[in-house]
């Protein structure tokens, strides 16, 4: 079994490795694995911007919603409307003012790291061959 990961290891470029990191785990992870850091930073940074924006967002109005829960549980009301809670959660994160300009930020960041990635893996990859 450990054979085969190396050869699976071995015929995958460095360029595939690094697309695929970017691809899969964040924006920028495969020009980290290239060590190519202040690059990967250039699609790292803002993405997560855009991530925590949107997650300050969702938990302003998720703190928001259990301060209404508390005040009716103070009341003595146990009104627990699960349908209300979700849209309002919902709301807070896709009709944020974040995620409309920010999606396709988040987006561009994506795919153009995948590419940056990939190209400069082939870099690598071209300078690792004998000539």
């Not at 699976?8 to 690094?18: G, L």
């Not at 699960?82 to 709301?91: D, F, I, K, R, T």
């Not at 988040?106 to 893996?121: D, F, K, Q, R």
Request: charged fraction near 20%; glycine fraction near 6%.
């Amino acid at each position: 079994m450990n054979e085969k990961a190396n050869k699976t290891s071995e015929t995958m470029s460095t360029a595939k490795r690094a697309a695929i990191l970017s691809a899969t785990i964040f924006p920028g992870a495969g020009l980290f694995f290239l060590r190519r850091y202040v690059r990967g930073c250039i699609f790292a940074v803002p993405a997560a911007l855009i991530i925590i924006m949107l997650f300050k967002n969702l938990f302003t109005v998720a703190f928001r919603l259990n301060a209404e829960l508390q005040e009716k549980a103070d009341k003595g009301i146990f009104d627990f409307d699960v349908a209300y809670l979700a849209s309002e959660l919902h709301g807070a994160f896709f009709s944020s003012p974040y995620w409309d300009d920010g999606k396709w930020l988040l987006l561009a960041s994506w795919v153009l790291s995948i590419i940056s990635s990939y190209y400069a893996g082939q870099k690598i990859d071209q300078a690792k061959q004998p000539q």
